[in-house]
């Protein structure tokens, strides 16, 4: 089992950052590749950015692009989504996620699940 806690969510005005983490316990978090997800009120959970287990290999969604960066301290069990130039549409519930695979854009590929931090950007 892994366990994982996201923090960091809050309110900020359109064109500023965030920082978000998501801590992880229980099993060897370096074994696991780590993922960012978000799901807006109304709309389908949707990937942000995921990295390998050793850090060396990220993707990011098209959305966030130039914008997110996803970054972890495997000696910290640790897993960071910076956020720049935050927009309004960017209004959502961000899920940390661990999967077996490597590196992975899909949900269904993920196994573990943190309980989600609210993100809200005013116009």
């Known amino acids: 089992q892994v366990q994982l806690v996201e923090s960091g969510g809050g309110l900020v005005q359109a064109g500023g950052s965030l920082r978000l983490s998501c801590a992880a316990s229980?099993?060897?978090?370096?074994?696991?590749?780590t993922g960012w997800f978000r799901q807006a009120p109304g709309k389908e959970r949707e990937f942000v950015a995921a990295i390998s287990r050793s850090g060396a290999g990220t993707i990011n969604a098209n959305s966030v692009k130039g914008r997110f960066t996803i970054s972890r301290d495997n000696a910290k069990s640790t897993v960071y989504l910076q956020m720049n130039s935050l927009k309004p549409e960017d209004t959502a519930v961000y899920y940390c996620?661990?999967?077996?695979?490597?590196?992975?854009?899909?949900?269904?590929?993920?196994?573990?699940w943190g309980q989600g931090t609210q993100v809200t950007v005013s116009s």
């Open positions: 229980g099993r060897t978090f370096s074994n696991y590749g």
């Open positions: 996620a661990a999967s077996g695979a490597s590196i992975a854009t899909v949900g269904g590929q993920y196994d573990y």
